[in-house]
């Protein structure tokens, strides 16, 4: 979808930024870019929608040159989102968002809509598109700068270290939002950023830049397992690459995939059955599909013996859940902080897939003992 | 006491002249102001733009805004002869310096930021210009106008030695009879009421167009 050919740029006579970069990268995929200050990501992303030109070489997008087409043109199907998020603050919150909407010229009716469907986006209620954006806190005002890039639906979307001033609990929130939005909406993302966690949480593929040039392409497991070099391996920080060591770093590595589940159409009685069989307190309620609806346990039953005859009657629909890619550093301290029992695993249409208990982490636990005698640090870290 | 009840007496038996000198006052004022604007706003967005020009235009405009007001006008006089139009004009070059160095201050603040926003996001020139830099500095740019405004009001009472007519009449009047304090003041009292009511309506203008009150707008 987006290809880098020899790309080069030069500031002045003599001032490399960017070096001779050759990438691929293909549709839908969030890749993050990263490297210390000055490595010229910033000057790699914005050459993309020629806020900066190249001095050589050749950007295509679909196999299409960028120099061959209008930049305005060009800019307008291309997502843009900076650190300082940029909002107008003589703008509304809505015309903020429809702004590429109104330069292309859509009616308003219909650029109204789109408002109104992007906010719901971000949970934020509709009000806010009549505010300005001062009157917003900083996190809002990047979930608006997100939605501006969003909304003439563009395929491509150039981020430059959105979240980085952001405090770090909100950006942890931002992050994960951001990156359920992205996997909904398929959008392919180039992310610039210096955070190494942020990138590790959010990429397919990491490009790690030094002085102007790419140094390593990798998933981020594959980044974390085999560093290219010393400069990576530093870069990413020992502690990190001793976690993953075991070489187990995603939640469908180690969940179990025959989870105790129940239909929610059959009876309270055949749950308690299922219960005593299976040996288990709670059950994951499902329906024709495999979706998960959500959650029963033996208190539940026990309290709505009387009034309730079916599952569904009493299912409990809050829960937390993980994908398949979560990692499982992750997922455990959301565990352990929610002191939550167990996570189910689903996959984007809710559909279940598996679950990982406290008993899945112990044997992860024990696995990694008998497997290696040094990792005896883990066993602590985990606990 | 005495001038209180002259001027009052003043005010009564010449109505409508003052009324008619204090509407053409204000006429030759906005005039001067308006022209100004119509030029100094365009050259302040221009050498936001071309950098390289500020500087001469800048002391160009300076110089100008330098020269005593009286010296201008018998130079004006010279070329144009008398009346109205040489007034407007010299009130006019008078106001180019603070329309088109608030023009230049206003659109040069505007957040880099934000131009790179519009930028990316596929305005043309003419677009960051009409949505982004204008709206953004209109406050800076009022208050250019409001200056000059100001400024326009106080040099116009001069207008009267080219026979301009305007308020100056009756302050020139009142110094050439004696015991004319009262009709000088007769003059200068409605000069200044017209400078600091100019002042304050386009005080409130500019702060409304400030985009930091935008919420209170609607
Ligand atoms: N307009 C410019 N003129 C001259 N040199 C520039 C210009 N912009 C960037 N540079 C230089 O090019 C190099 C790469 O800059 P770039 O902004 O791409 O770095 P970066 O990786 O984004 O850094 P940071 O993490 O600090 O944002 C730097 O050495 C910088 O000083
Ligand atoms: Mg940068």
């Known amino acids: ?383 | 006491m005495d001038i209180l009840t002259k001027l009052m007496n003043y005010y009564s038996q010449n109505a409508a002249y003052v009324w008619a000198e204090i509407y053409r006052h204000f006429l030759m004022s906005a005039y001067g102001v308006l022209f100004a604007a119509i030029i100094g706003i365009p050259i302040g967005i221009l050498i936001a733009k071309y950098s390289r020009l500020s500087p001469w235009v800048m002391s160009l405009v300076n110089v100008i805004q330098t020269i005593p007001a009286l010296a201008m006008l018998a130079v004006l006089m010279l070329v144009m002869g008398l009346g109205t139009n040489t007034l407007v004009l010299s009130l006019f070059l008078y106001s180019l310096l603070p329309i088109v160095k608030n023009t230049y201050t206003g659109i040069t603040e505007v957040d880099r930021t934000l131009l790179e926003a519009g930028h990316a996001m596929g305005m043309t020139r003419m677009q960051v210009l009409k949505m982004v830099e204008l709206p953004l500095s209109l406050s800076v740019i009022m208050a250019g106008l409001r200056t000059a405004l100001v400024i326009a009001i106080g040099i116009a009472t001069i207008g009267t030695f080219i026979g301009a007519g305007g308020l100056g009449d009756i302050i020139v009047r009142g110094t050439n009879i004696s015991n004319g304090t009262a009709i000088i003041l007769a003059g200068a009292i409605p000069t200044a009421l017209m400078a600091v009511l100019a002042d304050f309506l386009m005080g409130w203008l500019e702060r409304a167009l400030s985009p930091a009150n935008h919420k209170h707008l609607r």
Not at chain 1, 32 to 52: A, E
Not at chain 1, 191 to 215: N, P, Q, S, W, Y
Not at chain 1, 238 to 243: A, C, E, N, V
Request: aromatic share 4%; charged share 30%; hydrophobic share 35%.
């Open chain 1, 1 to 383: 979808m987006l290809t880098f050919k020899n790309v080069s740029k030069v500031y002045g006579k003599t001032k490399k930024a960017v070096n001779s970069l050759n990438l691929n990268i293909n549709k839908g995929e969030f890749i993050c870019i990263i490297g210390p200050s000055g490595c010229g990501k910033t000057t790699t992303m914005k050459m993309i929608n020629r806020l900066i030109e190249p001095s050589e070489g050749h950007i295509l997008i679909e196999g299409k040159d960028i120099m061959d087409q209008p930049k305005v043109k060009l800019r307008r199907d291309i997502g843009y989102v900076i650190q300082q998020i940029g909002l107008f603050p003589h703008m509304t919150i809505g015309e903020n968002i429809t702004l590429v909407p109104k330069l292309l010229q859509w009616p308003k009716e219909k650029r109204k809509a789109r408002a109104e469907e992007l906010i719901e986006l971000v949970h934020l209620s509709k009000d806010y598109l009549d505010r300005y954006p001062q009157e917003l806190s900083g996190g809002q005002q990047q979930r608006i700068g997100v939605l501006r890039a969003l909304a003439s639906n563009p395929p491509l979307i150039l981020m430059d270290e959105p979240f980085g001033a952001l405090d770090p609990i909100t950006r942890d929130g931002l992050q994960e939002e951001f990156k359920d939005l992205q996997q909904r909406l398929g959008k392919t993302i180039v992310f610039v950023t210096h955070d190494m966690d942020e990138a590790i949480k959010l990429a397919d593929r990491i490009v790690i830049m030094r002085d102007g040039e790419i140094v390593q392409v990798d998933t981020p497991d594959e980044i974390l397992r085999n560093p290219a070099n010393e400069f990576v391996e530093n870069f990413i920080g020992k502690d990190r690459l001793i976690q993953t060591k075991p070489g187990v770093t995603k939640v469908g590595q180690i969940m179990n995939k025959v989870p105790a589940t129940i239909h929610k159409e059959e009876t309270l009685s055949t749950a308690i059955k299922q219960m005593k069989e299976k040996r288990v307190d709670s059950l994951l309620v499902i329906d024709h599909e495999h979706h998960l609806e959500g959650y029963i346990d033996v208190e539940d039953i026990e309290q709505n013996r009387k009034k309730s005859t079916t599952v569904s009657e009493i299912v409990e629909t809050e829960l937390y859940k993980v994908k398949e890619n979560s990692l499982i550093r992750d997922t455990i301290q959301k565990m352990l902080k929610r002191h939550t029992k167990y996570v189910p695993v689903v996959d984007e249409n809710n559909k279940l897939k598996g679950i990982v208990t406290r008993a899945t982490l112990a044997d992860l636990v024990y696995d990694s003992i008998w497997g290696e005698e040094e990792s005896e640090e883990e066993l602590t870290t985990l606990q």
